[in-house]
């Protein structure tokens, strides 16, 4: 099992930029796709990015392209979210995610170990 910890959330005006991490336990690291998602109040969990193990292929959710940028730093177990450009509507809690898998997913449903959320609040 990996555990994951999220960190870097908070509040920020439209425009800002937020950079998220995740930092992973585990000697599995280097084996593992990692996802983010998020979730708003009311709404279903969505794929925002993935990465694959090498963390050179990535994709991302149409919505955040060209604004976000996942990235994975094996040496340091972590993986990064780069926001910038935020809107009102990317407000939601984010969350980490991770899977043994050399390959990623976009389906939170495929992902087995959870981070415990962190909050971005973008205001108008």
């Known amino acids: 099992q990996v555990q994951l910890v999220e960190s870097g959330g908070g509040l920020v005006q439209a425009g800002g930029s937020l950079r998220l991490s995740c930092a992973a336990s585990?000697?599995?690291?280097?084996?593992?796709?990692m996802g983010w998602f998020r979730q708003a109040p009311g709404k279903e969990r969505e794929f925002v990015a993935a990465?694959?193990?090498?963390?050179?292929?990535?994709k991302h959710q149409d919505s955040v392209k060209g604004r976000f940028t996942i990235s994975k730093d094996n040496a340091k177990n972590t993986v990064y979210l780069q926001m910038n450009s935020l809107k009102p509507e990317d407000t939601a809690v984010y969350y980490c995610?991770?899977?043994?898998?050399?390959?990623?997913?976009?389906?939170?449903?495929?992902?087995?170990?959870w981070g415990q959320g962190t909050q971005v609040t973008v205001s108008s």
């Open positions: 995610a991770t899977r043994a898998s050399t390959y990623l997913y976009s389906d939170y449903r495929l992902y087995t170990d």
């Open positions: 585990g000697r599995t690291f280097r084996s593992n796709a």
């Open positions: 990465i694959d193990s090498s963390g050179r292929i990535t």
